[in-house]
Protein backbone atom coordinates (compact mmCIF):
# COMPACT_ATOMS: atom_id res chain seq x y z
CA UNK A 1 0.00 0.00 0.00
CA UNK A 2 3.11 2.17 0.28
CA UNK A 3 2.99 5.84 2.01
CA UNK A 4 1.34 5.36 5.98
CA UNK A 5 2.22 1.21 6.14
CA UNK A 6 3.96 0.47 9.29
CA UNK A 7 6.77 -0.85 9.64
CA UNK A 8 5.96 -4.43 10.83
CA UNK A 9 4.63 -5.08 6.76
CA UNK A 10 7.71 -6.52 6.11
CA UNK A 11 8.36 -8.96 8.89
CA UNK A 12 8.11 -12.25 8.69
CA UNK A 13 4.44 -13.76 9.67
CA UNK A 14 6.37 -16.54 11.59
CA UNK A 15 7.45 -13.55 13.72
CA UNK A 16 4.36 -12.23 14.53
CA UNK A 17 2.48 -12.96 17.94
CA UNK A 18 -0.17 -15.65 17.26
CA UNK A 19 -3.63 -13.67 17.83
CA UNK A 20 -6.91 -14.86 16.31
CA UNK A 21 -6.47 -12.68 13.07
CA UNK A 22 -2.93 -13.20 11.87
CA UNK A 23 -3.51 -17.12 12.96
CA UNK A 24 -6.55 -17.33 10.57
CA UNK A 25 -4.91 -15.08 7.80
CA UNK A 26 -1.75 -17.77 8.20
CA UNK A 27 -4.01 -20.51 7.62
CA UNK A 28 -6.04 -19.30 5.11
CA UNK A 29 -2.61 -18.22 3.26
CA UNK A 30 -0.94 -21.84 4.07
CA UNK A 31 -3.86 -23.82 3.09
CA UNK A 32 -4.90 -22.45 -0.33
CA UNK A 33 -1.62 -21.10 -1.27
CA UNK A 34 -2.10 -17.72 -1.10
CA UNK A 35 1.19 -14.95 -0.18
CA UNK A 36 0.21 -13.43 3.08
CA UNK A 37 0.68 -9.71 2.15
CA UNK A 38 -1.36 -9.91 -1.02
CA UNK A 39 -4.17 -11.11 1.35
CA UNK A 40 -3.39 -7.98 3.63
CA UNK A 41 -2.98 -5.85 0.64
CA UNK A 42 -6.39 -6.72 -0.80
CA UNK A 43 -8.17 -6.21 3.00
CA UNK A 44 -6.68 -2.66 3.05
CA UNK A 45 -8.34 -1.41 -0.61
CA UNK A 46 -11.71 -3.30 0.25
CA UNK A 47 -11.23 -1.36 3.51
CA UNK A 48 -10.49 2.02 1.57
CA UNK A 49 -14.12 0.82 -0.69
CA UNK A 50 -16.21 0.60 2.51
CA UNK A 51 -15.41 3.53 3.79
CA UNK A 52 -16.23 5.44 0.69
CA UNK A 53 -19.72 3.61 0.94
CA UNK A 54 -20.17 4.20 3.79
CA UNK A 55 -19.83 7.64 3.83
CA UNK A 56 -21.86 7.83 0.86
CA UNK A 57 -24.73 6.37 3.22
CA UNK A 58 -24.15 8.94 5.17
CA UNK A 59 -24.86 11.69 2.81
CA UNK A 60 -20.85 12.35 3.06
CA UNK A 61 -19.78 13.11 -0.70
CA UNK A 62 -15.96 12.05 -1.11
CA UNK A 63 -14.26 13.62 -4.36
CA UNK A 64 -12.68 11.09 -6.86
CA UNK A 65 -9.13 12.93 -6.67
CA UNK A 66 -8.73 12.43 -2.35
CA UNK A 67 -6.91 9.88 -1.74
CA UNK A 68 -6.80 7.13 1.13
CA UNK A 69 -4.73 4.59 2.93
CA UNK A 70 -5.13 2.09 5.48
CA UNK A 71 -2.59 1.08 8.61
CA UNK A 72 -3.39 -2.62 9.37
CA UNK A 73 -2.01 -4.57 11.57
CA UNK A 74 -1.49 -8.05 10.87
CA UNK A 75 -1.07 -9.51 14.16
CA UNK A 76 -3.98 -8.13 15.15
CA UNK A 77 -6.28 -6.94 12.52
CA UNK A 78 -6.61 -3.16 14.03
CA UNK A 79 -6.70 -0.78 11.53
CA UNK A 80 -6.99 2.90 11.09
CA UNK A 81 -8.29 4.89 7.75
CA UNK A 82 -6.58 7.75 6.43
CA UNK A 83 -7.02 10.81 4.50
CA UNK A 84 -4.01 11.65 2.38
CA UNK A 85 -3.48 15.89 2.68
CA UNK A 86 -1.66 17.56 -0.42
CA UNK A 87 1.12 18.25 2.17
CA UNK A 88 1.43 14.33 3.10
CA UNK A 89 0.07 14.64 6.29
CA UNK A 90 -2.29 11.71 7.53
CA UNK A 91 -5.14 12.42 8.86
CA UNK A 92 -7.31 10.19 10.83
CA UNK A 93 -11.08 9.65 8.78
CA UNK A 94 -11.88 6.59 10.43
CA UNK A 95 -15.59 6.20 11.61
CA UNK A 96 -17.17 5.54 14.90
CA UNK A 97 -18.36 1.79 14.77
CA UNK A 98 -16.66 0.84 11.47
CA UNK A 99 -15.36 -2.57 12.90
CA UNK A 100 -18.52 -4.12 11.73
CA UNK A 101 -18.26 -3.31 7.91
CA UNK A 102 -14.51 -3.86 8.38
CA UNK A 103 -15.10 -7.10 9.38
CA UNK A 104 -18.04 -8.22 6.90
CA UNK A 105 -15.33 -6.14 4.42
CA UNK A 106 -12.39 -8.55 5.28
CA UNK A 107 -14.37 -11.46 5.08
CA UNK A 108 -15.66 -11.18 1.34
CA UNK A 109 -12.02 -9.86 0.31
CA UNK A 110 -10.83 -13.36 1.92
CA UNK A 111 -13.78 -15.41 0.10
CA UNK A 112 -12.62 -13.65 -3.25
CA UNK A 113 -8.86 -14.69 -2.82
CA UNK A 114 -10.05 -18.03 -1.97
CA UNK A 115 -11.98 -18.34 -4.86
CA UNK A 116 -9.26 -17.10 -7.19
CA UNK A 117 -6.84 -18.86 -5.83
CA UNK A 118 -8.89 -22.00 -6.54
CA UNK A 119 -9.48 -21.11 -9.90
CA UNK A 120 -6.00 -19.89 -10.80
CA UNK A 121 -4.82 -23.82 -9.24
CA UNK A 122 -7.50 -25.43 -11.53
CA UNK A 123 -6.28 -23.18 -14.67
CA UNK A 124 -3.14 -24.26 -14.09
CA UNK A 125 -3.94 -28.46 -14.03
CA UNK A 126 -6.00 -27.86 -17.16
CA UNK A 127 -2.63 -26.11 -19.20
CA UNK A 128 -1.31 -29.48 -18.60
CA UNK A 129 -4.00 -30.59 -20.85
CA UNK A 130 -3.93 -28.24 -23.32
CA UNK A 131 -4.63 -30.12 -27.06
CA UNK A 132 -5.97 -32.87 -25.73
CA UNK A 133 -9.78 -34.72 -25.51
CA UNK A 134 -11.89 -33.42 -22.48
CA UNK A 135 -15.60 -34.23 -21.84
CA UNK A 136 -17.79 -31.05 -20.74
CA UNK A 137 -21.37 -30.40 -19.82
CA UNK A 138 -23.58 -27.74 -21.49
CA UNK A 139 -24.61 -25.14 -18.71
CA UNK A 140 -25.68 -22.33 -21.10
CA UNK A 141 -25.67 -21.82 -24.65
CA UNK A 142 -25.95 -17.75 -26.02
CA UNK A 143 -25.63 -16.28 -29.39
CA UNK A 144 -21.97 -15.96 -29.31
CA UNK A 145 -20.79 -18.42 -27.21
CA UNK A 146 -21.31 -21.87 -25.21
CA UNK A 147 -20.67 -22.48 -21.47
CA UNK A 148 -19.42 -25.84 -20.83
CA UNK A 149 -18.91 -27.24 -17.18
CA UNK A 150 -15.66 -28.97 -17.07
CA UNK A 151 -14.52 -30.56 -13.53
CA UNK A 152 -14.49 -27.90 -10.74
CA UNK A 153 -14.70 -24.73 -13.39
CA UNK A 154 -16.17 -23.91 -16.84
CA UNK A 155 -14.79 -23.45 -20.04
CA UNK A 156 -16.12 -21.68 -23.33
CA UNK A 157 -16.60 -22.50 -26.72
CA UNK A 158 -16.39 -19.72 -29.00
CA UNK A 159 -18.34 -18.79 -31.94
CA UNK A 160 -15.59 -19.85 -34.38
CA UNK A 161 -14.98 -22.56 -32.81
CA UNK A 162 -18.57 -24.40 -32.97
CA UNK A 163 -19.55 -26.34 -35.92
CA UNK A 164 -22.18 -24.47 -38.12
CA UNK A 165 -25.91 -26.20 -37.24
CA UNK A 166 -24.66 -28.48 -34.49
CA UNK A 167 -27.45 -28.46 -31.54
CA UNK A 168 -26.40 -28.24 -28.06
CA UNK A 169 -29.06 -29.47 -25.32
CA UNK A 170 -28.30 -27.91 -22.02
CA UNK A 171 -27.12 -30.33 -19.25
CA UNK A 172 -26.07 -32.57 -22.53
CA UNK A 173 -22.60 -34.12 -22.16
CA UNK A 174 -20.28 -33.77 -25.23
CA UNK A 175 -16.66 -34.30 -26.37
CA UNK A 176 -14.51 -31.30 -26.46
CA UNK A 177 -10.55 -30.41 -27.55
CA UNK A 178 -9.12 -28.23 -25.14
CA UNK A 179 -7.65 -25.76 -27.87
CA UNK A 180 -6.18 -22.86 -25.33
CA UNK A 181 -5.86 -20.84 -22.06
CA UNK A 182 -6.52 -17.14 -23.09
CA UNK A 183 -6.82 -14.03 -21.09
CA UNK A 184 -9.83 -12.48 -21.69
CA UNK A 185 -9.31 -8.68 -23.11
CA UNK A 186 -12.01 -7.15 -20.86
CA UNK A 187 -12.08 -8.85 -17.64
CA UNK A 188 -7.96 -9.88 -18.02
CA UNK A 189 -9.01 -13.03 -16.79
CA UNK A 190 -8.07 -16.72 -18.02
CA UNK A 191 -10.65 -18.94 -19.78
CA UNK A 192 -10.36 -22.02 -21.17
CA UNK A 193 -11.12 -22.28 -24.80
CA UNK A 194 -12.63 -25.33 -26.36
CA UNK A 195 -13.45 -26.55 -29.67
CA UNK A 196 -15.05 -29.18 -31.44
CA UNK A 197 -14.30 -27.60 -34.82
CA UNK A 198 -10.51 -27.59 -34.94
CA UNK A 199 -8.92 -30.21 -37.70
CA UNK A 200 -6.95 -31.42 -34.16
CA UNK A 201 -10.22 -32.22 -32.21
CA UNK A 202 -9.89 -35.17 -35.64
CA UNK A 203 -6.43 -36.14 -35.02
CA UNK A 204 -7.36 -36.40 -30.99
CA UNK A 205 -10.26 -38.63 -31.70
CA UNK A 206 -8.05 -41.38 -33.79
CA UNK A 207 -5.52 -41.08 -31.14
CA UNK A 208 -7.91 -42.37 -28.70
CA UNK A 209 -9.81 -44.81 -30.57
CA UNK A 210 -7.27 -46.20 -32.78
CA UNK A 211 -4.39 -47.99 -30.77
CA UNK A 212 -2.14 -47.68 -33.68
CA UNK A 213 -2.35 -43.96 -34.18
CA UNK A 214 -1.71 -43.76 -29.89
CA UNK A 215 1.50 -45.69 -30.14
CA UNK A 216 2.52 -44.24 -33.69
CA UNK A 217 2.99 -47.17 -35.78
CA UNK A 218 0.28 -45.66 -37.50
CA UNK A 219 0.67 -41.49 -38.52
CA UNK A 220 -1.75 -38.79 -39.45
CA UNK A 221 -0.27 -37.01 -42.33
CA UNK A 222 -3.00 -34.64 -43.00
CA UNK A 223 -6.52 -34.04 -42.44
CA UNK A 224 -8.66 -31.72 -44.48
CA UNK A 225 -12.30 -30.72 -42.85
CA UNK A 226 -15.19 -29.12 -43.64
CA UNK A 227 -16.68 -29.43 -40.00
CA UNK A 228 -20.04 -30.73 -39.73
CA UNK A 229 -20.34 -31.82 -43.33
CA UNK A 230 -17.18 -33.94 -44.30
CA UNK A 231 -13.37 -34.96 -43.64
CA UNK A 232 -10.85 -36.02 -44.79
CA UNK A 233 -7.84 -37.88 -42.87
CA UNK A 234 -4.35 -39.25 -44.82
CA UNK A 235 -2.38 -41.77 -43.32
CA UNK A 236 0.93 -43.74 -43.80
CA UNK A 237 3.29 -46.45 -42.01
CA UNK A 238 6.83 -46.83 -41.79
CA UNK A 239 6.62 -49.81 -39.78
CA UNK A 240 6.22 -53.52 -41.90
CA UNK A 241 2.65 -55.12 -42.09
CA UNK A 242 0.98 -52.35 -40.77
CA UNK A 243 -2.04 -51.00 -42.75
CA UNK A 244 -2.91 -47.62 -42.07
CA UNK A 245 -5.89 -47.65 -43.43
CA UNK A 246 -7.32 -50.47 -41.92
CA UNK A 247 -5.99 -49.97 -38.87
CA UNK A 248 -7.82 -46.72 -38.89
CA UNK A 249 -11.19 -48.07 -39.79
CA UNK A 250 -10.79 -50.89 -37.87
CA UNK A 251 -12.92 -54.66 -38.10
CA UNK A 252 -16.15 -54.23 -39.68
CA UNK A 253 -15.37 -50.52 -39.32
CA UNK A 254 -16.01 -50.80 -35.84
CA UNK A 255 -12.64 -47.90 -35.34
CA UNK A 256 -14.28 -45.24 -37.58
CA UNK A 257 -17.94 -45.49 -36.19
CA UNK A 258 -16.30 -44.73 -32.79
CA UNK A 259 -15.23 -41.74 -33.95
CA UNK A 260 -17.91 -41.08 -36.16
CA UNK A 261 -20.20 -41.00 -33.27
CA UNK A 262 -18.70 -38.66 -31.47
CA UNK A 263 -18.99 -35.62 -34.57
CA UNK A 264 -21.69 -33.82 -35.42
CA UNK A 265 -24.80 -35.87 -37.71
CA UNK A 266 -24.31 -36.32 -41.01
CA UNK A 267 -20.37 -35.80 -40.68
CA UNK A 268 -18.78 -38.14 -43.34
CA UNK A 269 -14.96 -39.49 -42.80
CA UNK A 270 -12.57 -40.45 -45.73
CA UNK A 271 -9.24 -41.78 -44.73
CA UNK A 272 -7.03 -42.51 -47.32
CA UNK A 273 -3.55 -43.70 -47.76
CA UNK A 274 -1.01 -41.29 -47.80
CA UNK A 275 1.52 -41.42 -50.39
CA UNK A 276 4.83 -38.55 -51.55
CA UNK A 277 3.82 -39.91 -55.61
CA UNK A 278 1.81 -36.49 -55.87
CA UNK A 279 -0.52 -38.01 -58.48
CA UNK A 280 -1.10 -41.18 -56.61
CA UNK A 281 -1.78 -38.98 -53.56
CA UNK A 282 -4.25 -37.43 -55.50
CA UNK A 283 -5.79 -40.17 -56.72
CA UNK A 284 -5.61 -41.35 -53.32
CA UNK A 285 -7.51 -38.26 -51.73
CA UNK A 286 -10.43 -37.98 -54.26
CA UNK A 287 -12.00 -41.47 -52.84
CA UNK A 288 -14.19 -43.03 -52.96
CA UNK A 289 -14.02 -42.05 -56.14
CA UNK A 290 -12.97 -45.11 -58.05
CA UNK A 291 -10.92 -45.48 -61.42
CA UNK A 292 -9.21 -41.80 -61.14
CA UNK A 293 -6.17 -40.79 -63.48
CA UNK A 294 -4.12 -38.35 -63.42
CA UNK A 295 -3.48 -36.09 -66.22
CA UNK A 296 -1.22 -33.64 -65.64
CA UNK A 297 0.05 -31.80 -62.41
CA UNK A 298 1.07 -27.61 -63.55
CA UNK A 299 1.19 -24.79 -61.78
CA UNK A 300 -0.42 -26.15 -59.01
CA UNK A 301 -3.29 -27.66 -60.68
CA UNK A 302 -4.13 -30.94 -60.73
CA UNK A 303 -6.06 -31.92 -64.07
CA UNK A 304 -7.96 -35.91 -63.39
CA UNK A 305 -10.19 -37.89 -65.45
CA UNK A 306 -12.80 -39.36 -63.91
CA UNK A 307 -15.61 -42.29 -65.42
CA UNK A 308 -18.82 -41.04 -66.11
CA UNK A 309 -20.65 -43.24 -63.33
CA UNK A 310 -17.99 -41.98 -60.54
CA UNK A 311 -18.15 -38.39 -61.66
CA UNK A 312 -20.84 -37.25 -59.14
CA UNK A 313 -18.73 -39.19 -55.91
CA UNK A 314 -15.36 -37.39 -57.42
CA UNK A 315 -16.73 -33.78 -56.82
CA UNK A 316 -19.47 -34.20 -54.31
CA UNK A 317 -22.25 -32.39 -53.18
CA UNK A 318 -20.94 -28.73 -54.00
CA UNK A 319 -18.35 -29.54 -55.07
CA UNK A 320 -17.07 -30.81 -51.02
CA UNK A 321 -15.65 -33.88 -52.10
CA UNK A 322 -12.92 -32.07 -55.03
CA UNK A 323 -12.63 -29.27 -52.81
CA UNK A 324 -11.59 -31.22 -49.55
CA UNK A 325 -9.26 -33.70 -51.97
CA UNK A 326 -7.65 -30.36 -52.86
CA UNK A 327 -6.99 -28.78 -49.53
CA UNK A 328 -5.58 -32.24 -48.42
CA UNK A 329 -2.85 -32.74 -51.38
CA UNK A 330 -2.44 -29.14 -51.80
CA UNK A 331 -3.46 -28.52 -55.10
CA UNK A 332 -6.35 -27.09 -56.84
CA UNK A 333 -8.15 -30.22 -58.50
CA UNK A 334 -10.08 -29.44 -61.93
CA UNK A 335 -12.35 -32.83 -62.52
CA UNK A 336 -12.96 -34.08 -66.10
CA UNK A 337 -15.26 -36.70 -67.28
CA UNK A 338 -13.42 -39.37 -68.84
CA UNK A 339 -16.16 -39.94 -71.44
CA UNK A 340 -16.20 -35.90 -72.56
CA UNK A 341 -12.10 -35.82 -72.64
CA UNK A 342 -12.43 -39.11 -75.21
CA UNK A 343 -13.59 -37.09 -78.07
CA UNK A 344 -11.34 -34.69 -77.56
CA UNK A 345 -8.24 -36.98 -77.49
CA UNK A 346 -9.03 -38.78 -80.75
Known amino acids: MGAGCPHF ?9 KTEFAAAVAQIAGERDIDVQSI ?46 DSGRKVDV ?66 DEQVRGENFMLGGKKLFLLKDIAVNPETTKKEIILSRKDNEFIRQLFIREVPEVANRSVKIEKIARAAGERTKVAVSSSQSGVDPVGSCIGQKGSRIQSILNELPPGEKIDVVLFSKNQPLFVVN ?62
Open 9 to 17: FTMDLKKLP
Open 40 to 85: LDSIELGLISAYKRDQKERGVEVAETTEFTVELAPETGAFKVYELK
Open 94 to 159: TPPGFGRIAAQTAKQVIDQKIFEAEKEKIIADYVQKVGTLITGTVLRVDPYKITVGVGKTEGLVPR
Open 285 to 346: ALSPAQNVTVESIKNGVATVLVPEDQLALAIGAGGENVKLAGLLVGLEIKVTSAAEAAPAAA
